[in-house]
């Protein structure tokens, strides 16, 4: 994961007026704004690429981390969507969620198994109180607070969610044919191999049984020049896509497996909105795209699995537009009343964006079933 940059937004205060005023600010959503017009990150949001801030709070500062997320997680590991929807599912965070008021979370531990939610509140005179600080755990869905002593924080429903999703991840992991179909693009970065007169043959070897999240392959050369790498065995992990063979611990990569290995995870990646996606629905809302000006313009921030708060955001760092759109659907509400916002336009945008991410999930079934009968 890239780390592109570390930097602290003051909020500085000159005033008795302007301390009142700044109470209703959301600090940590207007720091994201401003971080996100930075030169670093608006070059880097070209990409698509996810981005995650870690929020540290001082008395008139927030420090504010932006990484690259990139590389893919294995695939029976939650998502970070799925580690938020956990955490809206929290009773303290659940509460909060019906008072109108968007919710931030600052996540910790990308490398590891568990990660570390800081929610606050972003809004109102109470914009930056702490809700709570939770831990996540990405294999089985467990969900705990404190330090010394971790205590669940899940009630019934909540748990019954949380293993929901964690069954959901298990699932997907990759299939025998698609690890089948690595390991035989793996065997073609082998010089004796690498050549089109040579036919191989992938067969499942009988250790698969015995391996967790693995499956192992037996590839032989079945052309009539004998080959020196023949009958080599490749071992595919299922659930992060990397290829070993006899026993060597250094992962095959090549620029076709990366292709591959890139369609595969595509994939199964849900058809949520992005920020921008999210961000072009709401200007279909004429009472919000009235408010576009050089200094004044639109935001989104996926704070949480079924809303994500947008709207239109000046360099003065005040938010004169606030709505929450649900990033599964592209509905939009108002952020105090609930109200719908939504206009056919809107509607329109959010169905042809839907039906272009199903259009692309269909064109990538195809180019893998392309690359794996060739």
């Known amino acids: 994961m890239k780390k592109i940059f570390f930097t602290t937004v003051f909020f500085t205060l000159l005033c008795p007026a302007c301390l009142k005023a700044q109470s209703n600010l959301s600090m940590d959503r207007e720091a994201l704004n401003n971080v996100d017009r930075t030169p670093d990150v608006v070059n880097e949001l070209k990409d698509e690429c996810p981005f995650f801030s870690t929020t540290n709070w001082y008395i008139n500062s927030v420090s504010l981390e932006a990484r690259r997320n990139c590389t893919p997680s294995p695939l029976n590991l939650l998502t970070d969507q ?46 930056g109180a ?11 869905g467990s969900t705990t607070t404190g ?72 590839i032989t050369d079945t052309s009539a020049r004998p080959s020196a790498n023949s009958g080599r065995m490749f071992k595919v992990h299922l659930d992060d896509a990397k290829i070993y063979v006899d026993g060597n611990d250094i992962n095959i990569t090549s620029p076709d497996i990366d292709s591959l290995v890139s369609k595969l995870f595509e994939l199964r990646i849900p058809m949520w909105l992005t920020k921008k996606e999210i961000e072009k629905i709401i200007l279909a809302v004429p009472e919000i795209a009235d408010l576009v000006t050089n200094e004044c313009i639109p935001y989104a921030n996926n704070e949480s699995s079924s809303r994500s708060a947008a709207g239109i955001s000046c360099r003065s760092s005040i938010t004169i537009a606030d709505v929450y759109v649900n990033p599964q659907t592209g509905e939009i509400t108002d952020s105090e009343t609930a109200k719908p ?13 839907f039906d272009q991410k199903s259009l692309r999930k269909n064109q990538l079934r195809k180019e893998i079933e392309a690359i794996c009968k060739s």
């Open 82 to 127: 799925e580690v938020v929807s956990i955490i809206d599912k929290v009773p303290n965070v659940a509460t909060a969620l019906k008072g109108g008021c968007p919710l931030f979370s600052s996540m910790k531990g990308w490398d590891s198994d568990t990660v570390s939610v800081q929610v606050r509140r972003s809004c109102g005179p109470y914009s």
């Open 130 to 140: 702490l809700i709570g600080n939770y831990e996540v755990n990405k294999r089985n």
């Open 147 to 218: 330090f010394d002593s971790l205590l669940p924080v899940l009630d019934s429903a909540g748990e019954a969610f949380a293993k929901q999703l964690v069954a959901q991840a298990q699932k997907r992991v990759l299939s025998l044919d698609e690890a089948r179909c690595l390991a035989r693009e793996a065997a073609k970065t082998l010089p004796e191999l690498n050549d089109n007169s040579v036919k191989i043959s992938v067969k499942l070897s009988d250790k698969t049984a015995s391996l967790e999240n693995t499956a192992a392959f037996i």
């Open 341 to 353: 916002l939504d206009t056919p336009e809107s509607r329109q945008i959010a169905r042809q964006l």
